[in-house]
């Protein structure tokens, strides 16, 4: 996907785009009637987020030769503060941003920034201004909005618009939910809720007549693609029987083999008291 320049006032289309698009002011105006025109037209002033952006940009706009040149979305509000672009509030200022001597703050109150398009080696290069003076302004159209992305988050980047998808979901515009494995349980039959086996549907599992279930009949399918706890098991009545008696008869003698063992604990210890009860009256006639 390409970004394109639309030229105002009938000029022509640099390029076809799904992307974002650039645009420009065609008279100059101070900073504050400059952002209104980009919002009331587009979408905002354009915001730079990287070097790469800076210099596709300045590819884009036409060439001065001198002031005013074009107002670019990075503000203050006072001299100690951090330059901050307008909309997200990102600090990013390239290594080679400003130029050469910039920001100088001529006038202790140069709290707006504009972009040089001539062609020295200061083209591309950013230069604080007051923000009353009157420059061309850059704007930028965004093509993302709330429902591209489906179940996601849309980032425009240059020649590219990329959809972070919410936890649960995949696709190029996060419009497909993860699937968990197709479920498969001998002796049982399910349903799942929307009749689908996706992120955060539930499955019921229900044994087949004669069969008795052990185990949780529901499981959910979790964001990692895989299905909650362990699938639940259909047991024939007779062998569930067994298995309850088994654990019956298994309770039983554990209960018998503590009881022995408590009671032979006892026993040694009653043996253990006899000797002294029976010595103890014979040492106090002695004394």
Known sequence: ????????????????????TYHYSPTPMNWTQARQWCQTHYTDMVVIQNQKENDYLVSLLPNKTKSP?????????????????????????????????????????????????????????WNDEKCINKKYTACYKAQCNTTI?????????????????????????CQTAVECPPLSQPNAYHNCTEGNQTFNSTCHFKCNPGFLMIGSPNVTCEITGAWSGPRPICESYKQALLAVAGCGALTACCCICFCWMKRRKRKKLAQERQPEEVTSPSSEVQG
């Open 1 to 20: 996907m390409k970004w394109t320049l639309i030229l105002l006032l009938g000029g022509p289309l640099a390029e076809t785009t799904l992307g974002w």
């Open 149 to 173: 992305c489906g179940r996601g988050r849309c980032e425009e980047t240059i020649e590219n618009i990329k959809c972070h998808c919410d936890p649960g979901f995949k696709g190029d515009r």
């Open 69 to 125: 040149y074009y107002w670019i979305g990075i503000t203050k509000n006072h001299k100690n503060e951090t330059w901050t672009w307008v909309g997200n509030n990102s600090t990013w200022i390239g290594e080679q941003s400003w130029a050469t001597n910039e920001p100088n703050n001529n006038f202790s109150n140069e709290f707006c920034v504009e972009i040089y398009t001539n062609s020295g080696e200061n083209r591309g290069k």
